[in-house]
């Protein structure tokens, strides 16, 4: 994935290497860490059920090798992502004070593949005493593993997640016929509220 | 405001001060700044017209003292947010790296009261080239300026704002009758889109 694409912007910044590491505020249970956000975090009463040859556990830093990016492209447009960018966007949301992105994928423990990822993204609010919403975004599953209900288990881990982190709500986007498949983890259509979009890449729906 | 509420969660953390000061990366441009993010992007082809009188800029720590919650409080629950809170919220969004929080304020300059806001807040994705989406949320205007197009002006302001951070798309949420109102941004219902919501405060609609 040549060449290096970086996202920009008048307000992104790249720390200098060297005090990234030594001043950059990372979460004391992912400091040091290549998983995205500390992999307690989902524990047995989380995470659930898991077919056997499988696990649930954070993005890490080597999915970048393991297939994540395939998996999201079966989803949508990725783009080109070379490895420093990666880097940086994985960092970027481990160092996350308070935790921000809760990126979550299915291991096919065999080949260390990831054949299943969502994301539970948190905004943190001054309403609702400084409380904060969630957000489901980017759930799929590999094409070589669907009718195994990892999309159910994905789901089911990320509403568990977002309740014990407290969210006011949680929330998510999705098509007609997808209505039902969601409502049977506590989803309801929000009834005369509306989904409203502007889309300024000219092509890609999501 | 008291007695002290703090959002809490188990990636929750908040550094210890004097560490915090000397080594938390802040974006060079806000660093030491009272304000949430660099007053020079909302430049004059971002701000547009404001009416006599008024000014917009990003929200300012002492905004806790000038109406800003007051604001907040005739669009939804804000709940008890005392000065350590607040502050502790304002900077944790100050901090981000890349910036994801542009709280923007409209302020009556003779009195200094904040007078309406509007938040533009980026998610920062894998997909689309490591790219973001911009989400619009907790619009709203004191009832005491109503009727002067301040929704309006912070609407154009926003979608400017989002365009000129390079987000690929971005969206909000909107009851039925303010459909027109939000069509005028460039916004547009998304056909067989849907937002599906559920929430564990047990009373909120926001």
């Given amino acids: 994935m040549v060449p290096p694409v970086f996202t920009s912007s008048p307000t992104e910044y790249r720390p200098d290497e060297n005090s990234e590491e ?3 505020p990372i979460t004391p249970t992912t400091k040091g860490s290549s998983f995205l956000f500390d992999s307690s975090i989902l524990a047995d009463e989380i995470v659930g059920h898991v077919p056997n040859g499988l696990r649930v556990r954070p ?3 080597d999915d970048y090798d393991k297939g994540f990016l395939h998996v999201l492209s079966q989803l949508t447009s990725v783009g080109e992502i070379d490895r420093s960018s990666w880097e940086w966007r994985f960092r970027s949301m481990q160092r996350t004070i ?3 992105y809760f990126v979550c994928v299915v291991e096919e423990l065999d ?3 990831v054949v299943g990822a969502a994301t539970l993204v948190l905004e ?3 309403i609702h005493s400084a409380g904060s919403r969630g957000r489901v975004e980017d759930v799929v599953v590999d094409e070589s593993m669907r009718g195994k209900k990892l999309g159910v288990l994905l789901n089911d881990v990320l509403v568990r997640l ?3 982190m407290g969210v ?3 929330s998510l986007e999705c098509n007609d016929k997808l209505i039902p498949f969601y409502e049977q983890f506590g989803y309801k259509k929000d009834a005369g509220n509306n989904f409203l979009v502007q889309r300024f890449d000219g092509h890609s729906k999501m």
């Fill in 111 to 113: 080949s260390t593949r």
């Fill in 162 to 164: 977002a309740k014990q």
């Fill in 168 to 170: 006011y709500k949680v």
């Fill in 22 to 24: 030594e001043c950059a």
């Fill in 98 to 100: 308070p935790s921000t």
């Fill in 124 to 126: 943190w609010k001054f």
């Fill in 59 to 61: 993005l890490h830093i």
